[in-house]
């Protein structure tokens, strides 16, 4: 199989980061995340861009997309510099599927299931490795070495105020563009309340058969 284009869609905490890094040891494709991209540059001047803030870091902070001009530019870039990607956090809005389409044709559009109480209660829970990037939840997934634990860091957009308004936003905005993809014909949908492994098994069996 050439490498596949595969586009993971889901709610905030639905588990897209954490699919995302079995798919790419597996399947040897490139991670394409707007939000890791966004983090790393959170202090980015954009006043030239005619935006109601002056950097992304803002807008994330309050759960509020950045807008699209900065996005689509960050993904047009790092496609082009792909053969294989799972592309993660893109696209949130009608607008993005549009310009995407024009970008790449996509072999795979995953969908990862889950439930609004159990996002909120993943994304409280949710804690980073800053030396390694690693994701880890304090009830689900704790790490068994105390120093990891001793460093481990929460988002700074996953307390639980930013959280119900992140899932707010992807209601009215990213909602309809998983309607977009189904009406296509295209959307495979995997239940995201398994255990990881789980989901991670469906996954693998769903592209293995569709791309
Ligand atoms: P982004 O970083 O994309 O955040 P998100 O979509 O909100 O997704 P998350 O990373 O929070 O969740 P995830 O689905 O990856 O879950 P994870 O695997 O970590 O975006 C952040 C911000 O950037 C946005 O709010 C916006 O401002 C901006 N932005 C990004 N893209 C943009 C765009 N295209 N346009 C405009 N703005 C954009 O899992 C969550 C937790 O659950 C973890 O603790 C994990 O251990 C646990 N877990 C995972 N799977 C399971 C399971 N099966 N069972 C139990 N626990 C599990």
């Known amino acids: 199989m050439a490498q596949p284009r595969i586009l993971i869609l889901g709610a905030p905490g639905a588990g897209k980061g954490t ?3 079995n798919i790419t040891d ?3 494709v490139e991670h394409v995340t707007t939000g890791d991209a966004l983090r790393s540059n959170k202090q980015m001047d954009i006043s030239d861009m005619d935006t109601e803030y002056d ?3 803002e807008y994330m902070d309050q759960g509020e997309l950045v807008p699209d001009e900065v ?3 960050i993904v047009d870039e790092a496609l082009s510099q792909a053969d294989g990607f799972v592309l993660d956090g893109y696209p949130r809005n009608l607008e993005q599927a549009e310009e995407l389409e024009g970008m790449t ?3 795979v559009v995953l969908y990862l299931d889950v439930s609004e109480e159990e996002l909120v209660h993943r994304l409280t829970g949710r804690r980073m490795d800053p030396e390694t990037g690693e994701i880890y939840h304090v009830e689900y997934n704790p790490p068994e070495d105390p120093e990891i634990e001793e460093r481990l860091e929460q988002r700074e957009d996953d307390t639980e105020e930013t959280v119900r308004e992140r899932l707010r936003v992807y209601r009215e905005n990213t909602e309809p ?9 295209t959307l495979e949908r995997v239940d995201g309340e398994q255990a990881p492994d789980d989901v991670w098994e469906s996954v693998k069996e769903t592209i293995e058969s569709t791309a």
């Open 71 to 73: 996005v689509n530019a």
């Open 55 to 57: 950097t992304p870091g």
């Open 19 to 21: 699919q995302s890094a």
């Open 26 to 28: 597996e399947f040897d």
């Open 105 to 107: 044709d996509l072999d």
């Open 177 to 185: 563009v998983v309607e977009y993809y189904d009406d296509q014909g």
